[in-house]
């Protein structure tokens, strides 16, 4: 069965860069600086003659831990999927500057997992600023050719006899709010920013990324609209209300107590990180806040993963209709809160999607 990733929908082609930038203001369990790798995806008008592979280098992790399950030739396909992002493309001059979202991933995953949900805002006129947090990400391969460490203590989180998982949650989050403030500061100093709005910016993510996308609005005011997809929410003040306009996607799907229990978690776990619910949050929100119900979708079917792994999977779904769905509503909400354009999607109900607005 053939796949490829959906290409993006709006008026540009899609340019990457890649960034190793290393925080000197906060050190490693090694004592080094705290390095992280960033991905810019922005508007180009370049049309290339062939589009990259999506497995790449870096990604050659992610298809060496399938082989471990399926044979070679159930994984052949994998080769053909190509990628809609142009490295080192020139961003587009058509425009004074662009505005700016943020991205950031759900826990052990990376930003390139995401690629249909970026690549997708980029073409539509946006730069987004993808950032794999160190410690916590995969498959991602630094410069030199290794990749980060995930720390033992992460790796084991729901075994640690010292904090309780939601403990864990709620410290690691503070060093992806850091991650997300070094990394802005700095996008204000480089080139690129000539072609940036940073008046216009907003944030996004998935799972723990969509809590701290949740978590940064409250600590950083210049970011204009935040978007959780189907994140459980951690820290200190993880049940205030907000003062930016959101957009919560949730997915209709929760998981089973046998899937629980395969994964790791006891039940008491479970019930501990379902009690963080965003719902409890946009409950108190009083306007500019949207709770979206993705029909049909479980929390992995918000990744490109989801996508990639459907002509191994023997369950009879449209392993598309999550992203499309997401796609849509993200450009709807930012267009919207960042660009004064008038919703479209979150104004009606479809057999897709629930839409509760404030």
Same mark, same amino acid.
């Given at each position: 069965?053939? %796949?490829?990733?959906?290409?993006?929908?709006?008026?540009?082609?899609?340019?990457?860069? !890649?960034?190793?930038?290393?925080?000197?203001?906060?050190?490693?369990?090694?004592?080094?600086?705290? +390095?992280? &790798?960033?991905?810019?995806?922005?508007?180009?008008?370049? /049309?290339?003659?062939?589009?990259?592979?999506?497995?790449?280098? #870096?990604?050659?992790?992610?298809?060496?831990?399938?082989?471990?399950?399926?044979?070679?030739?159930?994984?052949?396909? +994998? @080769? #053909?999927?190509?990628?809609?992002? %142009?490295? *080192?493309?020139?961003?587009?001059?058509?425009? &004074?500057?662009?505005?700016?979202?943020?991205?950031?991933?759900?826990?052990?995953? =990376? #930003?390139?997992?995401?690629?249909?949900?970026?690549?997708?805002? #980029?073409?539509?006129?946006?730069?987004?600023?993808?950032?794999?947090? !160190?410690?916590?990400?995969?498959?991602?391969?630094?410069?030199?050719?290794?990749?980060? /460490?995930?720390?033992?203590?992460? =790796? $084991?989180?729901?075994?640690?006899?010292?904090?309780?998982?939601?403990?864990?949650?709620?410290?690691?989050?503070?060093?992806? %709010?850091?991650?997300?403030?070094?990394? &802005?500061?700095?996008?204000?100093?480089?080139?690129?920013? !000539?072609?940036?709005?940073?008046?216009?910016?907003? %944030?996004?993510?998935?799972?723990?990324?969509?809590?701290?996308?949740?978590?940064?609005?409250?600590?950083?005011?210049?970011?204009?609209?935040? =978007?959780?997809?189907?994140? +459980?929410?951690?820290?200190?003040?993880? @049940?205030?209300?907000?003062?930016?306009?959101?957009?919560?996607?949730? =997915?209709?799907?929760?998981?089973?107590?046998?899937?629980?229990?395969?994964?790791?978690?006891?039940?008491?776990?479970?019930?501990?990180?379902?009690?963080?619910?965003?719902?409890?949050?946009? @409950?108190?929100?009083? *306007?500019?806040?949207?709770?979206? !119900?993705?029909? $049909?979708?479980?929390?992995?079917?918000?990744?490109?993963?989801?996508?990639?792994?459907?002509?191994?999977?023997?369950?009879?779904? *449209?392993?598309?209709?999550?992203?499309?769905?997401?796609?849509?509503?993200?450009? @709807?909400?930012?267009?919207?809160?960042?660009?004064?354009?008038?919703?479209?999607?979150?104004?009606?109900?479809?057999?897709?999607?629930?839409?509760?607005?404030?």
């Amino acid at each position: 069965m053939a %796949i490829q990733l959906p290409p993006p929908t709006g008026t540009y082609t899609v340019g990457m860069s !890649t960034h190793f930038i290393q925080d000197t203001s906060r050190c490693n369990n090694d004592e080094k600086p705290r +390095l992280l &790798l960033v991905h810019i995806y922005y508007p180009t008008m370049q /049309i290339p003659k062939e589009y990259p592979p999506y497995l790449g280098d #870096a990604m050659r992790p992610y298809k060496a831990k399938l082989a471990h399950s399926y044979l070679p030739e159930e994984l052949a396909y +994998l @080769d #053909a999927i190509t990628d809609w992002a %142009i490295p *080192d493309a020139l961003i587009a001059s058509d425009n &004074l500057s662009f505005p700016v979202l943020f991205f950031s991933h759900g826990f052990f995953m =990376a #930003a390139q997992l995401y690629s249909s949900l970026i690549e997708e805002m #980029a073409s539509h006129g946006y730069v987004v600023v993808a950032i794999n947090h !160190t410690d916590a990400c995969w498959p991602v391969m630094f410069p030199d050719g290794s990749s980060p /460490i995930i720390l033992p203590e992460l =790796a $084991n989180l729901f075994s640690n006899k010292e904090r309780s998982c939601v403990q864990m949650f709620d410290m690691v989050q503070e060093i992806w %709010i850091k991650d997300i403030e070094s990394v &802005l500061s700095w996008l204000r100093n480089q080139p690129l920013s !000539t072609s940036l709005d940073l008046t216009r910016m907003g %944030i996004f993510g998935h799972s723990f990324g969509g809590s701290t996308a949740t978590e940064a609005v409250r600590h950083n005011t210049h970011f204009k609209a935040m =978007a959780n997809l189907d994140g +459980l929410l951690f820290g200190a003040n993880w @049940d205030k209300p907000l003062q930016t306009p959101s957009l919560f996607l949730v =997915a209709e799907k929760n998981l089973t107590h046998a899937e629980v229990l395969k994964a790791g978690l006891t039940i008491e776990q479970f019930e501990s990180l379902l009690a963080r619910d965003c719902k409890k949050v946009f @409950d108190q929100l009083k *306007d500019d806040a949207y709770y979206v !119900t993705v029909k $049909n979708a479980d929390h992995a079917a918000f990744v490109d993963s989801k996508l990639i792994k459907s002509p191994l999977s023997k369950k009879e779904q *449209d392993p598309y209709a999550c992203i499309a769905t997401t796609r849509a509503l993200l450009v @709807d909400f930012f267009d919207h809160y960042l660009k004064n354009e008038h919703l479209a999607l979150l104004n009606k109900q479809s057999s897709d999607m629930i839409v509760t607005k404030k």
